[in-house]
């Protein structure tokens, strides 16, 4: 099966994706494109679907540049590939041509960044605890201070778990209130006291606030579409024992 990949046209000329899962040589609950390295999948299954992913991003499999994700707000700067352990990080940015900058996600929000005028690029793994700690700001702050202006910078979030498939309690809510009470608006109603948020309508929000020249959402939710993407939520709902990772990437 080809590859499927999603690509925005505010992102161009860099090459980029937000891959589906189709296309893949994963079977089972993993059926399909998983990239997770941290997923109980074959690990060289998992290997043969990043070398299509990077063979798709013109690049060997070598150039193609992942960190270990932890939620967290920081941020790399990326000059060449990582050789041993990756850093605990869930923003990367550079400005060196031929490195495939690429994150993992199964609900989070893959945010690609790119200052074309400037020649660099970021990406970030962006869910409702790194966004509300600001890894998306401090992705625009790295990409400035490798040359890129933020009223350049495009900004897009990739599949992302929608707002009519995101339950949560009373105390996630209360997270967002002490940040700004003004977060309530990204709350809607749900079954007694749960609440549905908009992880993508926030995300936008903070990159809008942050000043990048233009923020857009895809407009995919992995939930809701589960032949091309996975999702952490629903293989909960599901009582899967595992998931799959989704790839987005960008490069020079």
């Not at 860099?14 to 109980?40: D, I």
């Not at 600001?134 to 201070?145: F, K, N, Q």
Request: contains cysteine.
């Amino acid at each position: 099966m080809t590859l499927e990949i999603l690509t925005s046209d505010s992102l161009t000329p860099f090459r980029h994706g937000f891959f589906t899962r189709k296309g893949g040589a994963s079977s089972g609950v993993f059926e399909g494109l998983n990239c997770g390295q941290g997923s109980s999948d074959q690990s060289e299954i998992v290997e043969i679907n990043r070398r299509r992913v990077a063979d798709a991003m013109d690049a060997p499999v070598e150039q193609l540049v992942t960190v270990h994700q932890v939620h967290s707000p920081d941020v790399v700067v990326v000059e060449e590939p990582f050789t041993g352990s990756r850093p605990r990080a869930d923003g990367i940015v550079t400005r060196t041509p031929g490195l495939v900058l690429a994150i993992l996600t199964a609900d989070c929000q893959p945010v690609l960044f790119a200052d074309s005028r400037a020649g660099v690029v970021g990406a970030a793994h962006a869910g409702w605890r790194g966004a509300l700690d600001g890894v998306l700001e401090a992705t625009v702050e790295a990409m400035e201070d490798l040359g890129a202006k933020r009223d350049n910078i495009t900004a897009v979030i990739g599949p992302s778990i929608s707002q009519s498939a995101y339950e949560v309690g009373p105390e996630f809510l209360d997270d967002f209130l002490q940040e700004d009470a003004e977060n309530s608006r990204f709350f809607a109603g749900g079954e007694g006291d749960r609440m549905m948020f908009d992880l993508p309508s926030y995300g936008l929000h903070r990159l809008r606030k942050a000043g990048v020249g233009d923020a857009t959402w895809i407009r995919h939710c992995t939930y809701g579409d589960p032949e091309r993407f996975y999702s952490y939520r629903r293989a909960t709902h599901a009582k899967e024992a595992d998931y799959g990772r989704l790839i987005s990437t960008i490069r020079l």
